[in-house]
């Protein structure tokens, strides 16, 4: 069986990249994907007829990944990689389990719009990356 994840989300906070003792640097990433959501077989729409989005967030991690080191939040970006699910106990002793995407590769595909920053539509790219 494959275990393959592909990811096109936003980024929810800046990277967070720490060193291991062996000099391993491990970066940290929140992603946040969005879907429509569905009731009775249809798209839930707001008053003013958009669809109403459903949001989940995703750890991702990466391992001396230099892209991943650079992703700022607002981002734009592309994900692969593999589920990986760790089990721990909580102080309590009970267990729990946390699921993160392991990254394969990661490409940015858009940076985030800086305050007072003028985008003249005409130099966007109309193309959606495969």
Known sequence: MTNIVILTGNIGRDAETTT???GIMI???SVATSYPLF????IVRDEDGRARLVTDWHRVVAFDNKRAQKCVKGMKVLVIGRNKTNKWQDRDGNDRYTTEVIV???EHLA???RQNEDI???DLDDEIPE
Do not use: E, H, R, V
């Open 111 to 113: 940076w985030p719009k």
């Open 20 to 22: 291991t003792a062996g």
């Open 39 to 42: 009731a009775d077989g249809k």
């Open 120 to 122: 003249d539509p005409d």
């Open 27 to 29: 970066t940290n990433l």
């Open 104 to 106: 394969k590769s990661i």
